[in-house]
């Protein structure tokens, strides 16, 4: 492992360099109508520019811009520190680093690369109390999973490594017990070498699995009925009640009529939620990434590939509405009740889940980033 980083820039930026090389003027001045009420929030993504290059950017709230980071390659998550003003950005798979660095001046502060064998998944955690950050694997001899737990004050060293109990671990919350780990098992077996290619789809068994921090043991597993066993449980949110959300993607027959969000809590078994049919048609069996609103009432989730955003009632388990959004991708909980969405073509959109009103920024030639899959508001 090294923390010289060669290949990487960090920059601090001023007003007028964000708006003039990354986003057009007309990009940020809609989102500012309504996030000027609360400047301390701030929005985070990977990024990639028009030359192709990737970037992690951080903006206040209002759209002024705080940071940017020249990344080596396309990331995939990117999560914060829960006491310092530090994220960790995440390599997309096979992703071959995670870089921790400053939110107010894009400083790197260290660069993680994979243990010899090993490779990133693209999302990772950390522990509540800042201690440990927890990455999801690929061992790649083997094809199944691992949890890397790394010490934090011990200059990121690896503490632990853990099962994930599955293949192709993706995203990872922790329960409100702040010890048992949720696990999203793709079931998608790949290797470095194939590129991205997907090897095992017609015997692909995804899972989510339940395994302690501490112990490494697995608590619980929970799959979907064997017909459904193409259908890749990837992201996952959590709420207050420990609930689950599940955004499946579909890696079957594209004629077949598949649910595409789940739901889950300890003890009962997972539960596929179906939207109606035009609608579960038009998520066309792709879910980019699920969020709850901070209340945990409510779960967003996106289908870029579809352009739609669609809202679930978890008190319900009931879809309640969806609204488009030209791939849009990224979700972030924001403020007291709403959402925040970022998509490919460099926008931002803002969604009040209580007036339902949303505040979006048109398309515009001049755009020159495409925010990638995830969104972090800090």
Sequence with gaps: MTDKLSTLENTRLSRRQLLGSIVASSLLSPFNAFAKENDSELLISAARDRHGQHWVICLQGNGEPVSRLKLPARAHQVIKHPHKEEIAVIGRRPGQYIIVSSIKSGRVIKHIQPEQGFHF??????????????????????????????????????????????????????????????????????????????????????????????????????????????????????????????????????TDSVPLVAHHQRGKDLKPLWAPDDVNYAMKHYCGSVCFDPIGKTAAVSSPKGD???????????????????????????????????????????????????????????????????LLSA
């Design 121 to 254: 998944y693209g999302h990772a955690l950390y522990t509540p109390d800042g201690r440990y950050l927890v990455s999801t694997e690929n061992h790649i001899d083997s094809g199944q999973g691992r949890l890397f737990v790394r010490d934090v004050l011990n200059d990121y060293r690896v503490h632990a490594q853990l099962s994930s109990h599955g293949i192709g671990p993706h995203e990872i919350k922790l329960c409100s017990d702040t010890d048992t780990l949720v696990i999203a098992n793709g079931g998608i077996l790949t290797h470095p070498d194939k590129g991205r290619v997907k090897l095992n789809l017609d015997t692909m068994s995804p899972s989510l699995t339940y395994v302690s921090l501490t112990s490494g043991d697995l608590l619980e597993q929970v799959k979907l009925k064997e017909e459904y066993h193409q259908l890749s449980i990837r992201h996952i949110d959590i709420n207050q009640r420990d609930e689950v959300v599940i955004g499946l993607q579909y890696q079957g027959d594209k």
């Design 308 to 374: 739609l955003i669609t809202f679930w009632d978890f008190d319900q388990l009931i879809y309640l509405s969806s609204l488009r959004c030209k791939d849009g991708c990224g979700l972030t909980s924001y403020r007291n009740n709403e959402f925040v969405i970022s998509n490919g073509l460099g926008n931002l959109y803002h969604y009040n889940n209580t007036t339902k009103e949303l505040s979006q920024n048109l398309s515009n030639p001049g755009l020159k980033i495409a925010w990638d899959n995830h």
